[in-house]
């Protein structure tokens, strides 16, 4: 395994002990119950002592118990914001390249209606949002480039 392949690897394992733990806490289970639990599925009491197999046997089991996942949405919040929220990122992120002129609201709701003719970002379906944001994310490569940020 080549340097990046571990560094992935790493990234990856590091992830899915940050998800355990979460769900830990979700659920509420005491530290004595969690051990218990990680041992009857993996023969191992820590999670930290666990291989990434072994791991994804611990985080099967909090979703067969319900545990919701950190990316499922929030039931209370209205469709599409997560989107709108990616929106205004990448035009921040744009903003601070320099790369627009008006960093505000307005800017960004004449650049969505020029994409997809909707004058709102709540009233973006998802299809025309992640187009917005494809858009976006292409722009703020070709800045990055240009900046030698990557």
Do not use: C
Request: without cysteine; aromatic residues 4%.
């Amino acid at each position: 395994m080549n340097r990046a392949q571990e560094k992935s690897a790493d990234l990856r394992r590091n992830a899915m002990l940050a998800a355990i733990h979460a769900k830990k806490k979700q659920l509420g289970q005491s530290d004595e119950d969690y051990r218990a639990t990680n041992l009857a599925i993996t023969g191992h009491a820590s999670a930290g002592d666990m291989n990434v197999d072994q791991l994804g046997l611990v985080l099967d089991n909090y979703r067969k118990k319900g545990v919701p996942s950190s990316r499922t949405a929030d039931p209370n919040e209205r469709p599409g914001a997560r989107q709108e929220r990616m929106l205004w990122a990448i035009w921040k992120d744009l903003a601070r390249l320099g790369a627009i002129d008006e960093a505000s609201e307005k800017g960004l709701r004449a650049f969505v209606k020029k994409m997809t003719g909707i004058e709102r970002l709540e009233w973006l379906d998802a299809a025309n949002a992640n187009k917005v944001i494809e858009g976006l994310k292409g722009w703020r490569r070709r800045e990055q480039q240009k900046a030698g940020v990557i």
